[in-house]
């Protein structure tokens, strides 16, 4: 049974401490004073929970920035965290149940974590940023998670183990202020109830506002007040012995263990599992995680609590009944997991309250009941060691476990969707050898057959007409090969997510062109993301230019083969398998050109690679006169995350520029340039950008604005690709006194501002056309807003190259408007003669 809550270390006081409260004895106010006061102590109990929580989700960040993307370095993270909480929930056990005062015990332990929290602050990117050099660019799986696993261990575990202390404090304080010796699931589950809420507002509203730092400190603030409740308490409370109670334990001894260490590994291992489904069919960002944990983690709650109202007046028993259960509703997930892809697209377009109901669908069942089955088994714990750190200890250890064999193991042989058969069937061999074992097992058991049987489904989205030629699933992606119904083949990551393809080789080849153009003499190269390698061969084919790339996924790099282009090198370019950002804080080589691709905002992680921390760390890899550019795609961006991405750039590279790869409306692109020793421009200047940014906040490591902004960054995509595009153009004042010579700039500032004015003009044309016409029905829709650009700069090639073929092929098909046509272009760009040569030639005039 998975424990995902921070605050579940947890252990439990032993009978030494139980007050004799007899059927009768006392009198019946000291009785409800003592309910009272444990009602008291709930709110206690879930902020706890929610601090935990809201730690968990900020520390994982922080150490995704120092250690990489990669599955091994997250997964190690993780494993490492729940290591903590299990050292600590082993260690503190004896010290809490012997304490004269479990209530001094707990104040001392939030202290504890809110003091380590604060520290962190400094500490955990010191330590991070300490560690990429020494891991070096290509660290070997094992290495990389070792190093994973013991940063978060080391560095995190005073806190951790405090808080693999809280609950076994807080357990042993309700019982005696209840005079109740089974309240251990009730405890669970408030405290996991208090991680949801930690869950949703530490990502809704803390980090939004205040980003990674300002959140540890809010999160130190809540432990303050459980703290300071908690003494405010100790003065009103008295130690009320609770009557000590003979219980018969059904399970006993190793068998205990084993089943809390399995629940807790195949906990996680379901989790993980289907937060990788969830991943091919929802936005992917960070508010799809958070409601993706809150849905778990509130099925667990809700499972604990019901456990604690129940579970006293059902048998003991009850513990096939809850691990078939279990099995059976993570079985249905599975069954539902096709269903929610379709599901999924309606949801989706309902915002996050759209995704949160997927959530729900996915989780809400299986972690309710797996949260019923801790309940029990942490209760049968307490009842027979005295001792609820125990159950989570060893829960934990089975949950740090997880991460590894997932990643490592279960995923790259099975797949993700399957390998949840075998995880609901460990549940089934957890039940003990009883005649009514094999009752409880039957309809799991034949629900795991029916759906073993059956084909793995394929969450890839292949359109009407197309086929999938090829898929690479790994712990991360799901990497997939689609040709469409044209015959353009693409490539496309977790289902969503289209990386270039064939129709964009040439635009792609021009994204590796125009950096290495921009610096005098390139000989090496570097490109992070690399997606179907044509921007890499494109750079490959610069004359002596020695190319390298780097792409987070091993997934993505071995269906290159299929974007191969038969006219490139024989010779591939080097391709290294590392997450950007350590790659580049552990490189040392010097390069001329570093090119960043085109990075999905939304995407969880891919704000980090946008962060004025980032820009600086590029900076130190440029050799002399280098220069870096940062594509952006503005067809997947939102207003004020570009402007807070200008912001921090333009702070790194003072000098910066911006250039547009092309002049399409469906996918435009903006380069920013950033030279380390001066440079030329072509869009807009430093003054020009800086007036364009403006003021407010920067895309920082500690503060990633476009992290945050996602959810407008996911709305982009529905709305017309030029929107953004069009907002820049008309929002920037570019001035040619910024590009132009001394000499020169009195004769051409006119015509390079005219130029402009006809760019945006051909581009204002381009997005009024209606549809995709073709033919006739283009020359009509397109010409009047060609020509008005022609008009306003003879010299705007983009307008006059296509009018010009326009009327050619209006020659063969309609003579009077192929030379009405041409007259008209003559009448706009008189200095240019080729309109002139046509209707001579073609028409005598």
Do not use: K
């Amino acid at each position: 049974m998975i424990q995902p809550d921070p605050d579940s270390g947890a252990m439990a006081s032993d009978d030494r401490f139980a007050p004799e409260v007899r059927a009768g004895a006392g009198p019946a106010a000291s009785v409800r004073q003592r309910i009272d006061s444990s009602w008291v102590l709930m709110p206690i109990v879930a902020a706890s929970g929610f601090a935990g929580l809201g730690y968990e989700i900020v520390w994982t960040r922080q150490l995704s920035l120092a250690l990489g993307s990669e599955m091994m370095a997250v997964l190690g993270a993780v494993a490492g965290f729940f290591a903590g909480l299990a050292l600590g929930a082993f260690v503190l056990d004896r010290p809490i149940r012997r304490a004269r005062s479990p209530r001094t015990a707990y104040v001392l332990l939030e202290a504890v974590i809110g003091l380590w929290g604060l520290i962190c602050v400094w500490l955990l990117p010191i330590a991070g940023r300490a560690l990429s050099p020494l891991l070096g660019t290509e660290p070997a799986p094992a290495l990389l998670w070792a190093a994973s696993f013991a940063l978060p261990t080391l560095v995190l575990l005073p806190a951790t183990a405090a808080m693999g202390g809280t609950l076994t404090a807080l357990e042993r304080i309700v019982r005696e202020a209840r005079g109740d010796p089974r309240v251990s699931a009730g405890i669970y589950g408030a405290n996991t109830l208090g991680a949801v809420a930690g869950t949703l507002i530490s990502t809704f509203l803390l980090l939004p506002a205040w980003g990674l730092s300002g959140t540890l400190i809010c999160l130190a603030g809540v432990n303050a007040v459980c703290a300071l409740g908690m003494l405010a308490l100790e003065s009103a409370a008295g130690r009320t012995p609770v009557e000590a109670t003979e219980e018969v334990a059904q399970i006993g001894g190793p068998r205990l263990t084993i089943t809390l260490f399995a629940t807790g590994l195949l906990g996680i291992t379901f989790e993980i599992l289907v937060v990788r489904l969830a991943a091919q069919v929802m936005q992917d960002t960070i508010y799809t995680f958070a409601g993706l944990l809150a849905a778990y983690l509130l099925g667990t709650a809700a499972g604990g609590l019901a456990w604690q109202r129940a579970g006293r007046r059902v048998q003991d028993a009850s513990l096939g009944g809850l691990l078939a259960g279990t099995a059976l509703a993570c079985l249905t997930t599975a069954f539902l997991t096709p269903y929610i892809a379709r599901i999924a697209e309606t949801a989706v377009e309902g915002g996050l309250a759209g995704e949160l109901v997927v959530a729900m669908a996915l989780f809400l069942v299986p972690s309710a009941a797996m949260g019923a089955l801790f309940g029990l088994l942490a209760q049968r714990t307490r009842d027979q060691r005295g001792s609820l750190g125990w159950a989570v200890g060893i829960n934990s250890v089975g949950a740090s476990v997880a991460p590894l064999l997932t990643a490592q193991v279960v995923i790259p042989t099975l797949g993700a969707w399957t390998a949840i058969i075998p995880v609901a069937l460990g549940y089934l061999l957890l039940i003990p050898l009883r005649r009514a074992a094999f009752v409880w097992a039957a309809a799991p058991a034949l629900v795991a057959v029916a759906l073993w049987v059956r084909p793995a489904p394929s969450l890839t989205r292949v359109p009407p007409g197309g086929a999938l030629l090829a898929v690479r699933e790994g712990p991360m992606v799901t990497a997939s090969v689609v040709d469409d119904a044209f015959g353009a083949r693409y490539l496309e990551v977790n289902g969503r997510f289209r990386m270039g393809g064939t129709s964009s080789a040439r635009s792609d080849h021009r994204q590796a062109m125009l950096p290495l153009l921009l610096h005098p003499a390139p000989h090496r190269a570097l490109f992070l993301g690399i997606g179907t390698g044509a921007t890499l061969v494109g750079g490959s084919q610069m004359p002596g230019v020695n190319v390298h790339g780097v792409e987070l996924s091993r997934e993505v790099v071995e269906l290159l083969p299929w974007f191969a282009d038969p006219g490139a090198p024989a010779a591939a370019p080097r391709v290294t398998v590392a997450d950007a950002r350590r790659f580049i804080a552990a490189d040392t080589t010097q390069y001329d050109v570093i090119i960043a691709d085109l990075f999905h905002p939304a995407l969880d992680g891919s704000g980090a690679l946008y962060t004025t921390d980032h820009f600086e760390t590029v900076r130190r890899r440029l050799a002399q006169g280098g220069v870096f550019c940062q594509w952006l795609p503005l067809y997947q961006l939102d207003l004020p995350s570009l402007r807070a991405i200008v912001r921090g750039f333009l702070e790194i590279y003072p000098g910066g520029s911006a250039w547009l790869n092309h002049y399409s409306v469906r996918t435009p692109m903006l380069a920013l340039i950033g030279p380390r020793d001066g440079g030329t421009l072509d869009l807009a200047g430093p003054r020009a950008l800086s007036a364009f940014a403006g003021q407010g906040p920067r895309n920082t490591d500690d503060y990633p604005f476009v992290t945050f902004d996602a959810r407008r960054n996911v709305q982009a995509l529905t709305a017309p690709p030029w929107a953004l595009l069009r907002a820049v153009t008309q929002a920037l004042r570019p001035d040619p006194a910024e590009l132009l010579a001394e000499p020169t700039r009195d004769a051409l500032s006119e015509r390079l501002a005219a130029y402009w004015r006809a760019r945006n003009r051909f581009l204002d044309a381009g997005t009024a056309l209606p549809g995709d016409p073709r033919g006739a029905a283009l020359i009509e829709a397109a010409s009047p807003g060609l020509l008005d650009a022609l008009r306003l700069s003879p010299e705007f090639d983009p307008a006059y190259m296509p009018l010009i073929g326009m009327a050619r092929s209006l020659i063969a098909s309609d003579r009077t408007a192929a030379a009405r046509l041409l007259h008209a272009i003559n009448d706009a760009a008189p200095s240019r003669g080729e309109a002139r040569e046509i209707l001579s030639r073609e028409f005598g005039q």
